[in-house]
């Protein structure tokens, strides 16, 4: 470890000194913190230097926004968290959506910004970049922080790091004033001062009254269902997740980021047949998977008849039971612990789901793809979406272990449903606040973390919130191949202004070339306006590594309006008078 700031030759006494700047990256050292993502600015652009020079990875980004949703994806993929740096107030407030969205989203991150003076700040005197930052952090993350002291900055990146990960994983916020990285202390000193957090996500065993109270409601099912969350693909638990579902013999539903936890081409998948699944299901297994707006609050028409269905929810936050239906069997722990203690009960002595109830579901699925098929196959020009990512399918069944980065409306309604995933945690994208903005920065970390290639499928209007970043793919030479479903706007390119004055208020430039602003940073730009030539460009890009953006010109009346959430999107149905 760095301990050695500076040497200070005092008359009397030789003393060897440490101060903020090097306690911060000492204490992210020490508890195995690899990368920083950030922008580099006051007060913190010599953390970032020396960081780099002590061999921490920091990856700087154009936009704070893209460095958050890079270390919160990392935190999703690593289980560690992912930290951000960023300057203080308009930079802190740029990350604060990404810790915001991490922390709905259950990823462990820490954003770590640097503040003004508190005594100015306090007395609201105007320092520059003037804000209270910690109370504005606070109710947007699970835990916020902040450290005036050196000694302290130990204990500080410890509580941080334990806050991001137990439990719940989550944001959290780490508010660092400027004055504290010129503190100077004496350099062993703050080495004892520094916390190697032990054991930072402890183990949550289930009680064994709430394994049994599960058990016996599944063996009673007549019409049993497994939904898996992205808290079960974050928990990486794959085997033994796998194996419950295979002895079990329970059909099973991927939530969007928990596909390839098992292959979608399983034969217990339900994905294709996801209506009748949630429909006639009577128990139903939720792994790390909330009942929210993406799945219909547990109740309504999706879930068929009133009463027809009881819930067993596994899942590490007990506050999450009977948040919008009555939950029969409460399994609160960790997934894998969880998933071990069931995996004992399924013995010789289980009895595999009915027949009619597996068939009925297979030959749904069956029924469903095949209606599909023709759709993903025609070489059409324009493109369409299904005929586009067909070929995108046919990319990614050859690649299962790419991750596939996904965002848009229609671009992410379609994909989720047509592209198929193979392995864990392969699938990134828009998450519980079907968030659009997270694109580049979800692939940076991807790529970053894993050295895998990426797949970014983009909307025109999702990749607009963080293109800037190709730059950044450019310039750190990251094996990322992004695809601009262009169709010329949002939902669709057909809009106009009635006034006849403006453009449209959906549409965009018609026939942009995305493709260019890769090359403006040495990137490989290509146009394609056919699925063959999709599929090849984006395979040539894949196997190349290089950084590559394939503008795919979709036709612009192709789109629905808000995919298939079209139902939340408010319509006035009057019509005024002149
Ligand atoms: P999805 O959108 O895929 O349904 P959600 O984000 O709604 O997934 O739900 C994920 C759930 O998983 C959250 O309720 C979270 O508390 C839970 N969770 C996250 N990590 C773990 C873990 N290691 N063990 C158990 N539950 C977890
Ligand atoms: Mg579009």
């Keep these: 470890m760095s301990a050695v700031a500076q040497r200070i030759e005092a008359p009397e006494v030789e003393q060897e000194l440490t101060d903020g700047f090097h306690l911060v990256i000492d204490a992210l050292k020490l508890n195995g913190i690899e990368t920083i993502y950030g922008v580099p600015g006051i ?53 604060l959506t990404a810790l915001a969205n991490a922390t709905t989203n259950c990823f462990p991150m820490i954003l770590i910004s640097g503040s003004s003076e508190r005594e100015i700040v306090d007395l609201q005197q105007g320092d520059y970049e003037e804000m209270d930052q910690l109370a504005i952090a606070k109710p947007l993350c699970k835990a916020a922080f902040r450290v005036l002291h050196a000694a302290d900055i130990g204990i500080g990146v410890a509580r941080a790091i334990r806050a991001a ?16 990285f010129s503190q100077v202390m004496d350099a062993a000193a703050g080495e004892k001062s520094l916390v190697k957090v032990i054991d930072p996500a402890p183990e949550q065993i289930p009680s064994p009254a709430a394994v049994d109270r599960a058990v016996a409601l599944l063996k009673g099912a007549k019409r049993p269902l497994i939904v898996l969350g992205k808290g ?97 069997a409460p399994l609160v722990g960790d997934i894998g612990s969880v998933v071990n203690a069931l995996l004992e009960r399924i013995d010789a002595g289980w009895q595999a789901p009915p027949s009619d109830w597996v068939e009925s579901i297979r030959s749904k699925k069956e029924a469903n793809i095949a209606k599909m098929a023709p759709k993903l196959l025609k070489n059409s ?35 989720r449903g047509i592209i198929d995933m193979y392995q864990p945690r392969k699938r990134l994208d ?21 050295g895998k290639p990426v797949l ?21 030479e990251l094996p990322v191949t992004i695809v601009i479903f262009n169709n010329n706007g949002i939902y669709r390119g057909l809009d106009t202004d009635p006034t006849g ?3 449209g208020t959906t549409v965009f430039v018609k026939g942009a070339r995305y493709d260019k602003m890769m090359e403006a940073f040495g990137g490989v730009g290509v146009n394609v306006t056919t699925p063959d030539e999709l599929y090849k460009a984006v395979s040539a ?17 192709a789109g629905s309006e808000s995919g298939n959430i079209g139902s939340l999107n408010p319509q006035s149905v009057v019509v005024r008078k002149k």
């Design 43 to 95: 007060p913190i652009t010599d953390l970032g230097r020396m960081a780099q020079a002590e061999g921490i990875r920091v990856i700087s980004f154009r936009h704070e926004q893209n460095a958050g949703n890079a270390a919160a994806i990392a935190g999703f993929l690593t289980k560690k968290p992912g930290v951000c740096l960023t300057v203080s107030a308009p930079g802190f407030l740029n990350g």
């Design 165 to 180: 990960v137990s439990g719940r994983p989550g944001g959290v916020y780490l508010d660092l004033p400027a004055k504290l």
């Design 232 to 328: 079960a693909a974050y928990a990486q638990a794959d085997d033994a997740i796998r194996a419950l579902v295979e002895k079990s013999g329970i059909p099973f539903l991927p939530m969007s980021m928990a596909k390839g936890l098992l292959p979608d081409t399983h034969p217990q998948s339900a994905g294709a047949a996801r209506s009748t699944a949630l429909k006639d299901s009577d128990v139903v297994v939720l792994l790390g998977a909330r009942l929210n707006w993406l799945l219909s609050h547990g109740k309504g028409k999706t879930w068929g008849e009133p009463g027809s269905k009881q819930f067993i929810q596994v899942d590490i936050e007990p506050k999450e039971m009977d948040s919008n239906v009555e939950i029969a």
């Design 381 to 415: 020009s324009p493109m369409d979406f299904h005929s586009a990512l067909g070929s995108l399918k046919k990319v990614i069944a050859e690649r299962p272990d790419a991750i596939l980065v996904n965002e848009g409306a229609n671009t992410l309604d379609l994909a």
């Design 430 to 450: 828009v998450g519980t606040w079907g968030v659009m903005g997270i694109g580049m920065g979800f692939a940076v970390a991807a790529a970053v973390e894993t």
């Design 456 to 476: 970014a499928v983009e909307g025109d209007s999702a990749f607009g919130f963080s293109g800037m970043e190709v730059e950044t793919i450019c310039r750190y």
């Design 501 to 503: 004055r403006d453009p």
């Design 541 to 557: 890009a894949m196997d190349s590594g290089k950084p590559t953006l394939i503008n795919a010109e979709i036709d612009p009346a």
